[in-house]
């Protein structure tokens, strides 16, 4: 049964805004649903979820992404595909409005897993990925933010797992990373088994929050653990997030569809936007 459930990432309730972050994560709901109605792939669906959101000012992913300590701009992107464990990520790139399609670009190229910062862009050249000038992705909230030193939440990254009609499971995430950050640092958005991973027997994830302790747990590829184990989609991303809180020391949360395409997500933190898609919903459930 097709499937798609989108993150708008784990953090504080900002309170005010709410409705623009739950049409936001509704609209990348239905921007992957309608291409899993029409037969389309998981992958693709995935893909165009995520680039509404990049798109979105309001997330940080795209538009709208963080900015490091230095005031630029470094995204990370990743992107899997679950019946031949196919994946592509990008780190550390400045030049393109939508990472996740670079990513797949990657994933395309079939010979590497991970590009950073300029050898990515090389690929973005080479396979017509248009390049941007980073100042035209810098909102005026980001800007403002940086300007007053302000790292309050966790998360704002987005992610999107959808199963299609063939039974293929495909994952998502695409980040600005964490505020204020190190020029160079590469978080778990741009890990396969970290931030996203798939994989047609078990299911897909996509991973938010603070990146060094999802990276700490492999946060992605262990809820695909604890689902092989419990076969219970909501066990399984609950206890994946008590792992990043336990053991990762760090907050944020994930969401799940398993080969069946039952849905589960968690987040430690006190927002999540998540929106899903399926046959049995006559529109998308935005349940925060
Ligand atoms: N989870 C996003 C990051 O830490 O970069």
Redesign the pocket.
Known sequence: MPTIIVHGGAGADPGQGREELRSGVRAAALAGWEILAANGRALDAVEWAVRALEDHPRFNAGLGSVLTSTGTLEM?ASIMEGDRLGCGAVAAVSRVANPITLARRVLEGGRHVLLVAEGAHAVARATGVPECDPAALVTERQRRRHVEGSRVG??G?VGAVALDRRGTVAAATS?G??AG?QPGRV???ALIGC?TYADNTLGGVS??????A?IRVVLARQALAYLKEADDVDYAARVAVDLLVEEGRGQ?GLILVDWRGRTGWAHSTPLMPVALMSPALLEPRVPF
């Open positions: 990370d966790v998360g990254t980040t990373g964490m950050k978080g778990d958005s931030g991973c938010t929050g603070d990146g060094e999802i944020g």
